[in-house]
């Protein structure tokens, strides 16, 4: 009995000594992982207060109205700030953009998406343009730039001058006769492009047909000419039937030209011998017309229309 009584007892104070180290073990293990929630907690709590700041931020930012900045079209070998874009042309374009900007989120994927697809259809860009957003200080700031159509040439057709770029391309300006100060085509039989279902014009779409592709290649080599000066205006009348072009000059006289320079016409000289036939003209003669009302420089000598009769004022360019 007393050594079942001694068993017993050192028995017992082990079980009591590892009840009271498992005790320790649980409390140490409770306050590990209380520190662990407590500390998850406050870092939860410190996240949602980031984000709420970050978000009442970001809402202050946001109700301020963005600033577009147009990175505008510039002159070759000017300085940086110099554009050939009008300033009338400029403040439509901007007009326009601010117009499709959604008012609740302006800087929003939906605000861009208007903005450039609204841009694209004024036919100024090649392509789509390229919108980014970002902040300066706390004002948003759209900014907006691409690759810009340059005007060449106006069209004139009923009445109006249309603005075109390279190849007839259709821009969205329209001048009263003789008010633009550009290169002119006269004489198109077509109309301006347009847009099937709404009739509305299609602006970035080429002019249909031959004729103004075909006057701007023309006026494109006079430009480069020495007497450029003289030019007034290429005259396409004669395209439907014959493929010829026509120079009129700055006195209403007329210089039959033939095909298009990239397409003489069959028995006509090519380009070269008619641009040399033109400068011994005027070398001679102080004139591209030679001093007449009409002449024809297609063939392999100057032709003089004695039954033309000179216009009294050359078409207004």
Same mark, same amino acid.
């Given at each position: ?192 492009? %347009?847009?099937? $279902? !709404?009739?509305? &014009?299609?602006? @970035? #779409? +080429? ?9 701007? /290649? ?30 009129? %000059?700055?006195? $209403? !006289?007329?210089? &039959?030209?033939? @095909? #298009? +320079? ?9 380009? /070269? ?42 078409? +207004?360019?």
């Amino acid at each position: 009995m007393g050594r079942l009584s001694s068993q017993s007892g050192g028995l017992l104070g082990r079980l009591e000594a590892l009840a009271r180290a498992d005790s320790k073990a649980w409390l140490h293990m409770a306050s590990v992982v209380g520190m662990f929630v407590i500390g998850g907690a406050l870092g939860l709590a410190a996240l949602i207060a980031l984000g709420k700041i970050e978000g009442i931020a970001v809402g202050k930012l946001a109700t301020k109205p963005p600033a577009l900045a147009f990175e505008w079209p510039r002159i070759e070998g000017g300085s940086t700030d110099a554009t050939w874009m009008p300033s009338a042309l400029r403040q439509d374009l901007e007009a326009l953009a601010i117009g499709q900007i959604a008012l609740d989120d302006p800087l929003s994927g939906a605000s861009l998406a208007r903005i450039g697809s609204a841009l694209s259809q004024t036919g100024w860009f090649e392509g789509a343009p390229m919108l980014r957003r970002s902040f300066r200080g706390d004002q948003p700031i759209i900014s907006i730039s691409g690759t810009w159509r340059t005007p060449v040439a106006v069209v004139r057709y009923d009445g109006l001058d249309y603005l075109v770029a390279s190849g007839g391309v259709l821009l969205p300006a329209r001048y009263s006769p003789g008010t633009s100060g550009m290169p002119l085509v006269v004489g198109v039989s077509e109309p301006p492009p %347009t847009r099937e $279902g !709404t009739g509305a &014009l299609a602006f @970035g #779409a +080429p002019w249909p047909g031959r004729e103004v592709p075909d006057g701007l /290649e023309l006026l494109r080599l006079a430009s480069m000419m020495p007497f450029s000066n003289q030019i007034a205006a290429v005259d396409v009348t004669r395209h439907r039937e014959a493929n010829q072009l026509e120079f009129i %000059t700055d006195r $209403g !006289t007329r210089v &039959l030209w033939g @095909g #298009a +320079p990239s397409r003489p016409l069959p028995g006509e000289i090519q380009t /070269e011998a008619k641009v040399a036939l033109l400068l011994d003209i005027v070398r001679r003669f102080g004139r591209v017309d030679a001093g007449q009302s009409r002449i024809e420089i297609f063939s392999d000598r100057v032709v003089i229309d004695r039954t033309a009769s000179a216009i009294a004022t050359a078409p +207004p360019s």
